[in-house]
């Protein structure tokens, strides 16, 4: 047995060495044809390759093409209205991220100053939070001592007043986003009919005369349609955090009347 062991692993090496060095002679004996083909493919990937990184790197040039070609008329405005909706946008959400407040935490510290030093403790923490809420409490407990009635009235109609600083200038954005489609819509009618201009001035059905103004056409309708995206989204995330803001205020409304009714008892 372990002859026959011996003799196998002998053979074994055998061909092993036959293999190697056939690999050995077909690699040096490969055509000088074959080994320029090889070079030829890999150059031609390295050559894909820069063009590909040309083609990333002129994405904005190519945008600003297509703008440019869009026509300065229509697309001019339709960049307005994207910096002006932006411009809302960002001011708003500034805004309403600096009125958002921890509201379990004010309210606790307004019941604490209410037991320790009274009313006028509750409106000095008041004062020294920002926040609509803060601003509520503040009206709430300025009236408590003409009654809780007059207070719940203070309450409610002062949280009118800063649901509307916190909706303020909103209804724009909503505009610009039902007025960029609409140009663009415009432009591409504008564009179809100076299409049918050049045809007909031409008096023949010429291919790159219809195509260039359905070309222009739908650019205005696409850039359109890209600011309106744009704004819709950040207008859904502000309406998101006012009613946020606004059930905040709610809640801390209602905390308060009952920290009132529990302190004149």
Do not use: H
Not at 104 to 114: C, N, S, T, Y
Not at 119 to 127: G, N, P
Not at 210 to 239: D, E, M, R, S
């Amino acid at each position: 047995m372990k002859k026959l062991f011996s003799i196998m692993a002998i053979a074994a090496v055998v061909v092993l060495s036959t293999f190697t060095a056939s690999a050995k002679n077909a690699q040096t004996t490969l055509p000088v044809q074959m080994q320029q083909i090889v070079a030829n493919v890999t150059t031609g990937a390295s050559f894909q390759d820069a063009d590909a990184a040309e083609e990333e790197l002129s994405f904005t040039q190519d945008l600003k093409k297509r703008f440019i070609e869009g026509g300065p008329g229509f697309m001019g405005i339709v960049l307005l209205c994207l910096i002006l909706g932006l411009a809302i946008a960002i001011e708003r959400i500034i805004y309403l991220n600096l009125a958002t407040t921890n509201t379990k935490k004010l309210a606790q510290d307004v019941e604490d100053a209410l037991k320790s030093g009274g009313v006028e403790a509750a409106k000095e923490v008041c004062r020294n939070t920002k926040g609509p809420v803060a601003s509520i409490y503040y009206q709430g407990l300025d009236r408590v001592d003409e009654g809780l009635e007059s207070a719940e009235k203070a309450v409610v109609a002062y949280g009118g007043v800063q649901m509307g600083q916190l909706e303020k200038n909103v209804s724009w954005i909503s505009l610009f986003i039902a007025l960029a489609p609409m140009l663009g819509f415009m432009g591409t009618v504008i564009g179809m009919i100076q299409a049918f201009d050049k045809i007909e001035a031409a008096g023949d059905m010429n291919p790159a005369l219809v195509a260039g103004g359905i070309k222009v056409a739908l650019l205005t309708t696409v850039f359109g349609l890209i600011v309106a995206i744009i704004l819709q989204i950040f207008y859904n995330y502000i309406i998101a955090k006012i009613d946020s803001i606004v059930n905040d205020m709610e809640d801390a409304s209602i905390t308060l009347m009952d920290m009132l009714v529990r302190y004149k008892k």
